[in-house]
């Protein structure tokens, strides 16, 4: 089985620990654990999620010490920072999968819904080259004249910025291209319910089964 599909469905059993209740993390953090990752680590699957205080990636995949290589930024885009961190695991770690984890009521995506509205963009350069990454999703959505709803709005543009920062990643990294060709790395993306706890994964690795 290639590492790509073993750490998909490591991710799906997870979430569904977590979602049931009865998560196993706590017994992936001991000391012996911590000793053991002294010497290097071989993260299972690369995370680029949201800063959100609500989505921390190793808890809702139910995963412990050394077991996720986790990138967050608000709005889980891709920063070319970010892309550097992710490339290093691919490069060094050898970790073969990389999902692009949104959330529902992403603040950072409400926050462009309602930029992009009222044409307004924050006056902070650095909150607007995060705004200015996902208007790309959120843009189409309002030319379409179905934005009345914004709860709606606001899921659809959610699942579309992680599309794009999955599409962002794949055409601007020559290094995840090499790596997809030559090893099987798989890049996917996936949404994270606050509701319900659960992650829907968009796609899967060829021939995984959950």
Excluded at 5 to 14: E, H, M, S, T
Excluded at 107 to 115: D, E, I, K, M, S
Aim: proline share 5%; aromatic share 4%.
């Amino acid at each position: 089985m290639h590492r790509s599909i073993a750490a998909y469905q490591n991710l799906v059993r997870g979430n569904e620990r977590f979602t049931a209740g009865d998560p196993v993390s706590n017994t992936l953090a001991t000391k012996e654990r911590r000793d053991e990752l002294v010497a290097g680590q071989n993260p299972s699957a690369i995370i680029l999620g949201c800063s959100d205080s609500r989505v921390p990636a190793e808890v809702i995949f139910d995963q412990g010490l050394g077991e996720l290589f986790v990138i967050r930024v608000a709005g889980n885009v891709a920063a070319q920072e970010g892309i550097g961190s992710i490339e290093y695991a691919v490069e060094n770690c050898g970790t073969r999968l990389v999902v692009v984890l949104g959330h529902s009521c992403c603040g950072a995506v409400q926050a462009t819904v309602n930029g992009l509205r009222e044409g307004e963009m924050p006056s902070s350069p650095n909150l607007k080259s995060i705004v200015e990454k996902i208007a790309p999703a959120v843009s189409p959505l309002l030319e379409s004249g179905d934005s009345n709803d914004l709860e709606s709005l606001v899921d659809q543009a959610v699942k579309a910025n992680v599309k794009n920062t999955v599409n962002d990643l794949l055409s601007d990294s020559p290094v995840l291209q090499h790596w997809m060709k030559e090893d099987n790395l798989v890049v996917v993306g996936a949404s994270y319910s606050l509701e319900s706890g659960q992650v829907e994964f968009f796609d899967a690795p060829p021939g995984a089964e959950a």
